[in-house]
């Protein structure tokens, strides 16, 4: 079973995750977080403390687009911390979030505050991972690659965190 308060404690802030990258990522990292727009409709406190406790890496171009503007967000909202953690550092929760049985990020795990798991979400929109199942076998992954930098510069984040309210809000089950 996974210690998630454990988790949540060795997690890096995004300062420090973005300091601890390759330097050769950490330039896109801050662009995307320093342009990060985040709408009014998104500014809203949730009515309970929430942790999205996030599993990544910052060579992925997914994550790279979806993790600045979720720390943006944590940011700006009270009620909403954010804490990443290498996904090749924990293999045991990349595991426990397999996609289709393939070790994709970013996953945020939405916690509440006493670190019960609500849900989670990613690797990325689902619009977007529906697009990308339906052209894998059929477009060069290159060529994929740059459709799907397109839609993430159309959508500036607003997808994921629209998806990601929706699972924060999400009670499950004891």
């Given at each position: 079973?996974?210690?998630?308060?454990?988790?949540?404690?060795?997690?890096?802030?995004?300062?420090?995750?973005?300091?601890?990258?390759?330097?050769?990522?950490?330039?896109?990292?801050?662009?995307?977080?320093?342009?990060?727009?985040?709408?009014?409709?998104?500014l809203t406190p949730p009515s309970r403390e929430r942790r999205l406790l996030v599993l990544a890496e910052d060579w992925c171009g997914d994550a790279?687009?979806?993790?600045?503007?979720?720390?943006?967000?944590?940011?700006?909202?009270?009620?909403?911390?954010?804490?990443?953690?290498?996904?090749?550092?924990?293999?045991?929760?990349?595991?426990?979030?397999?996609?289709?049985?393939?070790?994709?990020?970013?996953?945020?795990?939405?916690?509440?505050?006493?670190?019960?798991?609500?849900?989670?979400?990613?690797?990325?929109?689902?619009?977007?991972?529906?697009?990308?199942?339906?052209?894998?076998?059929?477009?060069?992954?290159?060529?994929?690659?740059?459709?799907?930098?397109?839609?993430?510069?159309?959508?500036?984040?607003?997808?994921?965190?629209?998806?990601?309210?929706?699972?924060?809000?999400?009670?499950?089950?004891?």
């Amino acid at each position: 079973m996974l210690e998630l308060a454990e988790l949540w404690e060795q997690g890096l802030d995004f300062v420090a995750f973005v300091a601890g990258a390759a330097p050769q990522h950490r330039g896109l990292w801050d662009a995307v977080y320093r342009t990060a727009r985040l709408p009014e409709w998104a500014l809203t406190p949730p009515s309970r403390e929430r942790r999205l406790l996030v599993l990544a890496e910052d060579w992925c171009g997914d994550a790279v687009n979806i993790v600045p503007v979720l720390a943006k967000w944590a940011a700006s909202v009270p009620g909403i911390s954010l804490r990443i953690i290498r996904r090749d550092e924990h293999p045991e929760v990349m595991n426990r979030y397999l996609t289709r049985g393939a070790r994709s990020i970013p996953i945020v795990i939405v916690l509440d505050r006493e670190f019960r798991e609500l849900g989670h979400w990613g690797p990325r929109p689902a619009e977007l991972q529906a697009w990308v199942m339906a052209h894998k076998d059929t477009m060069p992954k290159e060529e994929r690659y740059k459709e799907v930098r397109r839609w993430y510069a159309r959508d500036r984040g607003e997808t994921t965190l629209r998806e990601v309210l929706g699972v924060m809000a999400h009670e499950q089950a004891a």
